[in-house]
């Protein structure tokens, strides 16, 4: 099977760099070319003479290898390629990546290609959480990087935690998607997710139990179709999905003010778990007891209602608008008036009460509501409902 795509993969210095040698051998079982290139440290972990035998052809290694450069420049070989995967990315790549570094053929071939990069991340935990390492993975994912992992587990270094690079069907899977052309390719759909959190002082807020889970699995979804994906998101205790445009807020108007400047969009999806109320007389300072035993009283003011606000937009309104509703009673009934008292397309209604165990957990059930009637859907995982709601939006749309 021959695809006719080229991948640049360049392997980083990390012990994780003996599965990028079998991440060679998938993508070629996929169809793919592969060109290798390692950095010197790289080279610490795994040889030329493997990779080169693995990929069946040379490994790209020194920047000023004159031979090379007559052969194919670092510009071209930036270039040449349809997809540019960095597996492992150390947190140093991160960090020349981020601050625009090109100071070796690596970080120049990252700097010069005009195509996508996806990287797979991999270090130890207490790097990954360094303050330095999350705001360049936030720079790089705001400069439309993709990303894929790291994963949770043990370390060669016998620590424990984020940090594991992703395993290789996951990086392959990522580069399908990466490359997809899909039915909703050219499409732009903005998608909300996760709860929002309304401040009552510095240190405290109101919020609800929304993990984000959906919202992600839904925007995953889309992106495996081909769509460009706008996530606005808010503090979800689940991370963003691979290949979305990623847009974090924390409260209700943020979130508001992030989807307003994100249309226009052929579609969108109100996942999010948004707060009808704020507290409008937030303290600036943290609240403290005084001894008398009364509660601070807090006064509160509707929050902006996101999804009636595009669904009623008289100018850039997208041919789709998709709303959630989660109700705890009569709930065809109420998503049903929630459709109409908003001017939604299709309503998303499901059953949150706190015997179901929908509200933060894996699965979910729901019933689609729209101008053909109640569409009752089975007790799926979130993914499932994903991919389902997908396929409608890609068949209503594409």
């Not at 974090?248 to 948004?274: H, I, K």
């Not at 006064?299 to 100018?315: C, G, M, R």
């Not at 109700?327 to 009934?333: G, H, K, L, M």
């Amino acid at each position: 099977m021959k695809t006719g795509k080229r991948i640049l993969l360049v392997i980083g210095g990390g012990i994780a760099a003996f599965k990028s040698l079998d991440l060679i051998r998938r993508l070629q079982d996929r169809g793919y070319s592969v060109a290798p290139v390692l950095t010197p440290a790289a080279e610490q972990f795994v040889t030329p003479l493997s990779t080169s035998a693995l990929a069946g052809r040379k490994v790209y290694r020194d920047l000023f290898d004159l031979t090379d450069e007559a052969e194919m420049g670092h510009i071209e070989l930036s270039r040449a390629a349809d997809l540019v995967v960095l597996a492992p990315a150390t947190a140093d790549l991160m960090a020349k990546m981020a601050g625009g570094h090109a100071n070796d053929l690596a970080s120049t071939l990252l700097m010069a290609t005009d195509k996508r990069v996806l990287i797979a991340p991999a270090m130890n935990v207490r790097m990954w959480e360094h303050p330095a390492t999350r705001r360049n993975l936030a720079t790089l994912r705001g400069d439309g990087i993709l990303t894929v992992g790291p994963n949770e587990g043990p370390m060669a270094c016998g620590e424990y935690g984020f940090g594991r690079m992703a395993e290789v069907p996951e990086i392959v899977a990522a580069v399908e998607q990466a490359l997809s052309d899909g039915p909703l390719k050219g499409k732009h759909v903005v998608v909300t997710s996760g709860p929002t959190h309304e401040p009552i002082d510095p240190v405290r807020y109101i919020a609800n139990r929304s993990s984000g889970a959906q919202g992600t699995a839904i925007a995953a979804a889309l992106v495996a179709l081909g769509a460009r994906v706008t996530f606005v998101t808010g503090p979800a205790s689940v991370p963003p999905p691979f290949g979305v445009d990623v847009l974090s807020v924390e409260t209700a108007r943020q979130m508001r003010d992030a989807v307003m400047n994100a249309l226009p969009a052929d579609a969108a999806v109100f996942a999010a778990a948004v707060a009808d109320w704020r507290v409008s007389n937030a303290a600036g300072q943290k609240m403290k007891k005084d001894g008398s035993g009364q509660a601070p009283a807090l006064e509160f003011a509707e929050n902006p209602d996101i999804l009636a606000s595009v669904s009623q937009l008289a100018k850039g309104r997208p041919s789709l608008v998709v709303g959630f509703a989660a109700e705890t009673n009569d709930v065809v009934a109420n998503a049903t008036a929630k459709r109409a008292r908003k001017g939604c397309d299709w309503i998303v209604a499901n059953d949150v009460s706190e015997a179901t165990g929908i509200m933060g957990g894996s699965e979910n059930e729901v019933t689609l509501i729209s101008d053909q009637g109640a569409e009752q859907w089975p007790r799926l995982g979130k993914e499932d409902v994903a991919r389902r709601l997908a396929e409608r939006i890609s068949a209503e749309i594409a």
